[in-house]
Antibody, heavy 122, light 109 residues
Framework: QVQLVESGGGVVQPGRSLRLSCAAS????????MHWVRQAPGKGLEWVAL????????YYADSVKGRFTISRDISKNMLYLQMNSLRPEDTAVYHC???????????????WGQGTMVTVSS | QSVLTQPPSVSAAPGQKVTISCSGS????????VSWYQQLPGTAPKLLIC???KRPSGIPDRFSGSKSGTSATLGITGLQTGDEADYYC??????????FGTGTKVTVL
């Protein structure tokens, strides 16, 4: 069964850091493009970051560029999001998402985790 | 902010049809596949349509997708109360980012 399970969310003060984790199972993790997508309370979906299937290319939304870093550990089937210099506007549920198999950078978000809540507040 | 524009809400009676538009530009919809997502209350989004008009396994044929130029459309026929949800379009943009639509709430009257 294909599954993505996020962890690491919580309440953090502005300017501090947090690392989110995503445990992948049921598929060959090293063969897929992976993303982080977030949703602020009562708001729409916002794409955050992408890591290519071979781990060599990273892309980020302008709103997090220079502050967030996406990475993975293939040996553990884990995806990470290191979030630094957090701001109140980063408050959201963060979803780990798998991309459909494709030769393109992006095809579609086909498997979603349930998400982990991050609240940035003093 | 979203670069893809959707109507905030659409509604229809059970059994009827609704369509949801998604308007973009040549930097996104015009040159990349569009996908559609359904988000039921309190749950994670679910892929409904990929590659403009393809339904993943398990998605009923009541859901359909189409694209023309820089706009895409999701259609839902035989509307059911279980279809009440938020719907989002998504695609890739030439700015090297994935983008979502503003989202549309479907209400079954």
């Amino acid at each position: 069964q294909v599954q993505l399970v996020e962890s690491g969310g919580g309440v953090v003060q502005p300017g501090r850091s947090l690392r989110l984790s995503c445990a992948a199972s049921g598929f060959t993790f090293s063969s897929f493009v992976m993303h982080w997508v977030r949703q602020a309370p009562g708001k729409g979906l916002e794409w955050v970051a992408l890591l290519s299937y071979d781990g060599t290319n990273e892309y980020y939304a302008d709103s997090v560029k220079g502050r967030f870093t996406i990475s993975r550990d293939i040996s553990k089937n884990m995806l990470y999001l290191q979030m630094n210099s957090l701001r109140p506007e980063d408050t959201a549920v963060y979803h780990c998402v798998r991309d459909r198999p494709s030769i393109q950078i992006f095809d579609a978000f086909d498997i979603w985790g349930q998400g982990t809540m991050v609240t940035v507040s003093s | 902010q979203s670069v893809l524009t959707q109507p905030p809400s659409v509604s229809a009676a059970p059994g009827q049809k609704v369509t949801i538009s998604c308007s973009g530009s040549s930097s996104n919809i015009g040159n990349n596949y569009v996908s559609w997502y359904q988000q039921l209350p309190g749950t994670a989004p679910k892929l409904l349509i990929c590659e403009d008009n393809k339904r993943p396994s398990g998605i009923p044929d009541r859901f359909s997708g189409s694209k023309s130029g820089t706009s895409a459309t999701l259609g839902i026929t035989g509307l059911q109360t279980g279809d009440e949800a938020d719907y989002y379009c998504g695609t890739w943009d030439s700015s090297l980012s994935a983008v979502f639509g503003t989202g549309t709430k479907v209400t079954v009257l």
